[in-house]
């Protein structure tokens, strides 16, 4: 059991790792888009404010231990997570090599839920709680549009009839600003997943009886996060930055204070969000202040197709990866 938990450690790590890279766009694609930050300081900014968060909350981390199984059913059974583990490895590591801004929520919810049905039918998911789990990846992403749209018009009706070249000036000095705070917020919500998932391991191996994340799982949770984001996804981030709509310094700032805000929210709540596509829906959301010509949906339908595909994908993945598993 032992030698178990320790690969499923490993693996989550690396899974946060993984994740790191594949959504460094989120903190950093706006600010490289409109010239706010240089690559390297966009890099540093992020890793360092991502790891931060990371050892800042732990609402979210509970959440995932608690709510998408029943412990009790799967005691001393953690090879449910194994495979949950190494099938949302695999979809990440697919869609990075897309470019395809996935969620890396949506495919370790759908992997653990697999792998969970196949190791004990219905009676090892918590229904109640994958529900409200759902019920904040489907509402997030409306969330986010509305917010992006909400923060751009208040930025239009603020600086309307003034000079461009020096308003965009100033705004660089402030996204600055929100895309620490973006980085942050994606840092409070996204390593969180990972100690959930250590933690739910830890109960199940019976080296844990309580639902509390220890310290050492907070910090290398965030250590594996920050180290993945200093890696760089550049096949997200031109997707992301460059994309879905034309973004100057304000929309930038605004892309990035509507979704900061949303994910904050969540990470407060409790509630696992995918912040590859709340800030992908921010950004939708400043586009859309400038007309539904000015987004590019061809991107905006890839990004939807992959929101859509990746929790059955995934859901099937976890299943299949425990399969070998099961067998005598």
Not at 108 to 116: F, M, P, S
Not at 155 to 163: D, I, P, Y
Not at 185 to 214: C, E, R, W
Not at 260 to 287: D, E
Request: with cysteine; charged share 10%.
């Amino acid at each position: 059991m032992c030698e178990v938990l320790m690969l499923i450690i490993c693996l989550a790590l690396a899974f946060d790792f993984i994740n790191g890279f594949h959504d460094t766009a989120n903190a950093v694609a706006t600010s490289l888009a409109t010239g706010a930050l240089t690559t390297r300081s966009a890099i540093l900014l992020a890793t360092t404010m991502n790891f931060l968060g990371a050892l800042t909350f732990t609402e979210v981390a509970l959440t995932i231990a608690e709510s998408i199984v029943d412990t009790a059913v799967l005691f001393n059974n953690p090879k449910t997570i194994l495979a949950a583990l190494l099938a949302a490895i695999v979809w990440n590591l697919f869609t990075w090599f897309g470019g395809l801004p996935s969620s890396s929520s949506h495919a370790l919810v759908g992997a653990l839920t697999g792998a969970t049905l196949a190791a004990a039918g219905l009676m090892g998911v918590n229904l109640a709680g994958l529900a409200n789990i759902f019920q904040a990846l489907v509402l997030s992403p409306l969330l986010a549009v509305t917010a992006g749209f909400t923060v751009m018009s208040i930025v239009f009706s603020l600086t309307r009839g003034r000079a461009s070249s020096r308003l965009n000036r100033h705004f660089r000095h402030w996204q600055r600003l929100t895309a620490a705070l973006q980085a942050f917020s994606h840092g409070t919500n996204d390593a969180q997943k990972t100690m959930g998932v250590i933690t739910l391991a830890l109960i199940l191996t019976g080296y844990q009886q309580s639902f509390v994340v220890p310290l050492w799982v907070k910090i290398l949770s965030a250590l594996a996060l920050a180290l993945g984001t200093s890696c760089g996804g550049w096949r997200i981030i031109r997707t992301v930055g460059r994309g879905i709509t034309h973004l100057d310094p304000p929309a930038g700032f605004a892309a990035d204070m509507g979704s900061a805000l949303v994910i904050f929210t969540a990470t407060l709540l409790g509630l696992p969000v995918s912040t590859t596509h709340v800030i992908s829906s921010s950004i939708t959301g400043v586009g859309l202040t400038r007309g539904a010509k000015a987004v590019s949906w061809s991107t905006v339908a890839r990004i939807l197709l992959a929101w859509v595909f990746t929790l059955p994908a995934t859901t099937v993945l976890g299943a299949l990866f425990y399969i070998p598993w099961s067998l005598p």
